[in-house]
């Protein structure tokens, strides 16, 4: 029974098909709302989910230079990795999460696959500028990786420290305390968290100020140069899945508040908040800003978000509250 | 492919652009005027991309220069099918203030297919977006 369970976990509810379509819905209202900021109509709604339908009926085109299994295959991993996230975040008031006593840390690794994909299969394309396009999401992995981890060290340490023990990598740990003392984003001391938390997240989908290893302009899209097709769909799909996870992490790290007792309002609830963090992370700022040279992304990341995510461990650790 | 399906497709044709030793006339009206914010071909599902291999509908402009018409056919070949082709401009057609000049290989249409022409020097933006709307119609014939 819990195998099935699992199994309609991963493939429909908050995993697979819901996480699909709330992935589209997420990339079809950013396109829109970047659209109307330029004052212009833009696509409708649905764009990522024609785009997905178009591409898949497209001839798929492999270069005579790349490995033809690894440059089929990886689109897949992480595909495959981002779906087994998607198990893993809990949506309060309607699905617990997989419970475990350390799925931040997995959480952690399974964010990490769409980028190791993405250079698994630009370095087996054999193209010059996937080359550099490669090296360049290596590099700035690393850039907004460390913010990253310090921001959830600090999540961590916050509630293993209320709970008596050191740091309390479980998810539904995080949940159950904030239940009690009231959401993060309401304590003074995690708002710096908070905010590297979001300053990571355009990186972390490849958006304007930090598409550094995609810049169409200068690499012809890098990684996904050679891409044709159903492996450009995956990829495609791969990012809306991240879209999901990365914000469904914030409101589950920092908001995830329950209005009420009813399932559906609460499913609501949480679609509206993914929805507001990724309007202000991603598509405000990739409509206001301009894209960063590789140096000055990696001094921002290893500058202000760390900063900002050390204050509030420091405060943590020191039992401060306000 | 199903007639469903078809007009479901036909609503997301991505753009790319082949500079062949045009003079930049073209490819300013083509980047900066028909294709931006103010006149919003997004709308109709267009999207401009970086690498020939995801595009659906591409936009020559240019008389075909004798050093680039190797790279322009190449790139050509490598654009996933199906594609329509858009000459833009007078250049690909006839060559136009370069016509005599020993340095260039016009009309495009000697060695690729051309779907639409949109004459002009340079065409007007809405002329331009005129081309794209009836490529997008040869496109769905293709599909």
Redesign the interface.
Known sequence: MSALKLVFNMLIFPGGLFAIMLGMLLMGVD?KLY?RI???????LY?PF??L??LL?????VPQTANYTVFRAAPLIGFIGMLAAAVMIPISGVYPGLDSSANLLVLLYLLATPALALMIGASASGSPYSAIGYSREMSITIAYEAPLLVVLMTVAMKVGMANGGFADFSLGHIISYQQQNGSMIFDITMLPALLAFLCCIPATIGTVPFDIPEA??E???GP??????SG?AMYNLTGGLKMVIISALAVALFFPGTLGSFWLINLLWFVFKCLLVITLTITVVRATRARMRMDQALKFYLTVPVALALVSLVLTLLGVRI | ?GDL?KN??K??PWIYRINAGSCNGCDVEMATTALI??Y?V??L?C?????P??A?IVLISGPITAVVKEKVLRVYD?I???KVVVAVGICPISGGVFRDSYAIEMPLDGYIPVDVNVPGCPPRPQAIIDGVAKAIEIWKTK?
Not at chain 1, 57 to 61: G, H, P, S, V, Y
Not at chain 2, 47 to 51: F, L, R, T
């Open positions: 396109r659209a330029q004052r212009r109509v833009g696509p409708p764009q024609i785009d339908v178009k009926q497209k001839e798929i085109l169409e302009t690499l012809a899209e996904l140069l050679e891409y044709s097709g450009l | 492919m399906i479901i497709v609503k997301s914010p103010r919003d997004e709308r599902g999207k401009y991309c970086g690498s291999k995801h659906d490598e996933p099918d199906p599909l």
